[in-house]
């Protein structure tokens, strides 16, 4: 019997989270070329990062980016589906198989990123993510995923309520006025150079950062 809050949890966990970490595995083409480039931009704002949480990683793209970037940083990833997490150990230096909702943050680090997740978790359970993040951030949150200035459903290659879009970051500084909008910025599919999904990515700080 399934243990998971959401009904969302269930479907990323199972089949359709194996055939999503299959088509996405561009470890070495413009997908993570891409993600560098963004990265590259929010390090400019913040300076290295030398631990970061990377929320629902799927077969650890992100750790191959930021590795790139800043080879020493200490990765620590947590992601649902299975055989995603066997591809995320090769890469990542500390992997929790598990749902962000059960996911406990063991410590704060200066970077916590949130890419391509939110909006395929149930709008309900939003506001446990976003303590979450709060709680495991020591001063920098990155947010990127599809933006609706009012929230919105979206079928979801042929399946409803699996996608949700709204102001992820908006929602974020509203529950947690500590923190403010530092930088923000869209990746283009018709980029030349560095095409990625449409989606929007939000820089936030924390006006008095954790020691």
């Known amino acids: 019997m399934s243990t998971f809050q959401s009904e969302q949890e269930a479907f990323w966990a199972g089949s359709f989270g194996d055939e999503y970490t299959e088509r996405n595995n ?41 590795k790139r970037l800043f080879p020493g940083t200490h990765m620590t990833s947590v992601e649902i589906n299975k055989t995603a997490a066997s591809h995320l150990r090769k890469l990542a230096d500390e992997v ?22 939110l909006i395929h978790i149930n709008p309900d359970a939003l506001p446990i993510v976003y303590r979450k993040m709060e709680q495991a951030a020591k ?13 919105v459903e979206v079928v979801y290659r042929g399946h409803a ?4 879009k709204r102001d992820f970051a908006g929602e974020f500084m509203d ?37």
């Open 26 to 66: 561009d470890a070495e083409g413009k997908s993570v070329d891409g993600r560098v480039m963004i990265y590259a931009k929010v390090a400019l704002q913040t300076g290295r990062w030398s631990t970061v949480l990377d929320l629902g990683a799927n077969r650890g793209l992100n750790a191959v980016a930021i």
């Open 96 to 117: 929790h198989e598990c749902s962000i909702l059960d996911f406990e943050p063991p410590r704060q680090y200066d970077l916590v990123m949130i890419t391509g997740v």
């Open 139 to 151: 001063r920098f949150v990155l947010i990127s995923d599809y933006y609706n200035p009012t929230p």
């Open 161 to 164: 309520g699996k996608l949700f």
């Open 175 to 211: 529950m947690f006025p500590g923190f403010r909008l530092v930088d923000y910025g869209f990746a283009y599919h018709r980029d030349p150079l560095f095409p990625q999904g449409d989606e929007n990515w939000f820089l936030l700080e924390r006006s008095s950062a954790k020691s």
